[in-house]
Every structure is written in C-alpha cells, then in structure tokens.
C-alpha cells in the first residue's frame, strides 16, 4: 500500500475566503465541497475553486503542513504551502542521500566479510600415497580397462553453473543449484576468483572471467 499519496491542498471559497484540507482523493473531495457534502466551512460558500495543491506525500507530513498553512493570514497561505511543501522535498532528498551512503557503507562490509571468511580456509595438502607394485595376474582374456570418470570438486560445479549464466550468479541461485550451503559458497567462490576464473559482477553476484 502506498503510504505516499496524500496532498495538502488550498481552496478558494465564494466569499473568497480560502480553505486548507487534506485528501488522499483530490478529485473526490473538491465534488464533496461543491455538493454541500464537505467540511462545515464550505457549505455555505459554494462553489469552490481549487488554487494549489502539494505534491504526494504521509499522512503524518500532510497534517503538519496543513497546520502551518493554517496558522498564516490568507494572503500568505499559498506561499506557506508551497514552502511547506519544498522543505519537505529537501528533507526527503536528505533522508535518501543518507539511505545511499549507509547502504555503500554496507556492501563495502559484505565485500571484507567475504574476504575475511575466504582467508579462514586453510588449502589441504593431500600426501601422495606410494605407489604400488603392480601385481601380475594371467587372465584368459585381456579386457581393456574402462576410465571412470573424474569426481567433479566444489568448485567445479561452482564454476560450470555461473558460465551457463551470461548475466552473473548469486549466492542463493548457487546454493539452490548446488545444494551447498552459504559457507561453502563463499569459501569456493573465493578459490576461484584467485584463479582467475570469475569475477564479482556485483554485490554477491559472480561471472564468468
């Protein structure tokens, strides 16, 4: 539901006087005036005439301008709506630049984060094991011996399900595809970004290098 759809608006009255309300229903609320079905004030001063209405906004900032409209003499509630109203766009612009920074700052923590967990993992050295000596057994017939195919590790199946995708992969559609969890995402993620196999495309997204 939209929260940001009521304006403050201002009308003028067939006396001349002028009238400060707010709706969520402009078109609506100027008929209830003009059919004696609005406020008080304006059934006995019709018909009226709409002069200036503010832009979109909570209910919560339409009842504060609505009071500071009030409060002015008639011949300055048109300008006290309009600078009402323009104060309250700089505040909004205000609390959207602060938004963006705390979110920059945010992803730049999600970025070391995932540093910080891929230099946890230690890289396991496997020993060789000694080769054993071949035992020589007759058989009646010679059968060539069939290959069995390479396991594939974490980290190839990491790699062949972000180069099907040509617009990048996230950490969810990795974890669904792959059935690993979040930790072993990021701990083979990491493994390959140092091979130069992927790259960040964004924020927890990966493509191909």
Not at 12 to 25: A, P, V
Not at 126 to 152: D, F, S, Y
Not at 172 to 177: S, Y
Request: aromatic content about 4%; hydrophobic content about 35%; charged content about 35%.
């Amino acid at each position: 539901m939209n929260k940001r759809r009521w304006v403050v608006y201002l009308i003028r009255c067939s006396d001349e006087s002028l009238y400060c309300g707010i709706t969520n229903n402009l078109k609506n609320r100027l008929a209830a005036h003009n059919s004696g079905r609005g406020a008080k004030y304006t059934r006995s001063r019709r018909p009226v005439k709409l002069v200036g209405v503010s832009s979109e906004m909570t209910k919560s900032d339409a009842l504060k301008l609505e009071y500071r409209v009030k409060q002015v003499p008639a011949s300055k509630k048109y300008l006290e709506l309009k600078k009402g109203e323009n104060e309250m766009t700089k505040n909004l612009k205000k609390n959207l630049q602060a938004i963006n920074r705390e979110i920059k700052v945010l992803a730049k923590k999600v970025d070391q984060m995932i540093v910080a967990v891929g230099k946890l993992e230690k890289p396991k050295t496997v020993k060789a094991k000694p080769a054993k000596k071949a035992l020589v057994k007759k058989v009646a017939t010679n059968k060539p011996a069939t290959k069995k195919p390479a396991k594939l590790t974490a980290a190839d199946t990491i790699l062949g399900v972000i180069k099907r995708s040509k617009k990048g992969v996230d950490v969810v559609t990795l974890m669904k595809k792959t059935d690993f969890n979040r930790r072993k995402i990021y701990d083979n993620v990491k493994i390959l970004k140092k091979l130069g196999k992927i790259k960040t495309a964004g924020i927890g997204v990966y493509v191909k290098a």
